[in-house]
């Protein structure tokens, strides 16, 4: 986690690349949360929601020869992967990006999702795990991918939230707000950090 984001890392022996892609595809064609693109104009942020479509962003990535399945080397390299992937990707412009690492002979390949924030509660994330999970097991026994219905959309939840943004307790409280969020958080720690910022 950190950074606002969240990366669930699983590991997979017999799921290939295309049951990714498809799960994927059924996941954020159910869930428009997951197709929101977040963009600042003029120091204002305003989400647009694409429309839904094949999955074809996946980022596929092999671990290095020589490794040993359930190694320390295995665990190194596949948190080196994961780095290089995080840094590389914007979650404002893909709130959830996946990528399929490859292992070694007799090892498991790793399925790494890095959700954004906004669809990373704790709530949010069961119900994404359930549906690809769920998308997955369908896919592996040649099923069409069906998923439970959304009660209620990113979509709608946010026009709700924007209606309520202009009731006068918030317009008054409004000035407050933008000031608190423009302040920088100071935090201390010690001389040597355990993990990245």
């Known amino acids: ?82 780095d290089e992937q995080v840094r590389e990707h914007q979650l404002l412009s893909s709130p959830l990006t996946a990528t399929f690492i490859r292992g070694v002979a007799g090892g498991p390949s790793y399925l790494a999702l890095s959700v954004h924030g906004i669809a990373s509660d704790d709530v949010s994330r069961d119900v994404l795990l359930t549906d690809i999970f769920t998308a997955f097991s369908q896919r592996m026994a040649g099923e069409e991918i069906i998923l439970a219905p959304v009660a209620t959309s990113w979509r709608e939840w946010s026009q709700r939230c924007a209606g309520l943004a202009t009731h006068p307790a918030v317009l008054e409280s409004r000035d407050y707000w933008l000031e608190t969020a423009s302040k920088s958080t100071l935090s201390i720690v010690g001389q040597e950090a355990a993990q990245p910022p």
């Open 1 to 82: 986690g950190g950074g606002g984001r969240r990366v669930v890392l699983v590991g997979c022996s017999d799921v290939g690349a295309v049951a990714v892609r498809g799960a994927r595809s059924a996941a954020s064609g159910l869930h428009d949360a997951l197709r929101v693109h977040m963009v600042e104009r003029s120091g204002t942020w305003s989400q647009h929601i694409v429309d839904a479509g094949e999955f074809t962003e996946l980022v596929a990535a092999q671990l290095p020869e020589g490794v040993a399945a359930g190694s320390p080397q295995e665990r190194e390299a596949v948190q080196s992967l994961l």
